[in-house]
Nanobody, 121 residues
Framework: QAQLVESGGGSVQSGGSLRLSCAAP????????MAWFRQAPGKEREGVAH???????FYADSVKGRFTISQDNAKNTLYLQMNSLKPEDTAMYSC???????????????WGQGTQVTVSS
């Protein structure tokens, strides 16, 4: 069972920035796709950003131009840089990994526990 561990969440005012991190086993980066999801209370889990094993990325329209997904293979870490945050970005953010290209569908095999992001107006 792969262990994904997120960090970097917190509280920030509208317009602020946060960078989330997701630490994973080394073998994840050799052939897995990874993604960030978020879930607000009472809402369904929403795909935010995806990165393939070749480094290509894909974003939900709601975050395009504000969020950037990246990975540091030397550190076995996935990142989500979030800029121009809005109150509607408030949610629990989780990273996910799988060999299958699920893009932004919440069907990934491995999931982290999540890190809370709260944006106040």
């Amino acid at each position: 069972q792969a262990q994904l561990v997120e960090s970097g969440g917190g509280s920030v005012q509208s317009g602020g920035s946060l960078r989330l991190s997701c630490a994973a086993p080394e073998y994840i980066y050799s052939s897995y796709c990874m993604a960030w999801f978020r879930q607000a209370p009472g809402k369904e889990r929403e795909g935010v950003a995806h990165i393939n094993s070749d480094g290509s990325t894909f974003y939900a329209d709601s975050v395009k131009g504000r969020f950037t997904i990246s990975q540091d293979n030397a550190k076995n870490t996935l990142y989500l840089q979030m800029n121009s945050l809005k109150p509607e970005d408030t949610a629990m953010y989780s990273c996910a990994a799988d060999r299958i290209y699920w893009w932004l569908l919440p069907k990934y095999k491995y999931w982290g526990q999540g890190t809370q992001v709260t944006v106040s107006s």
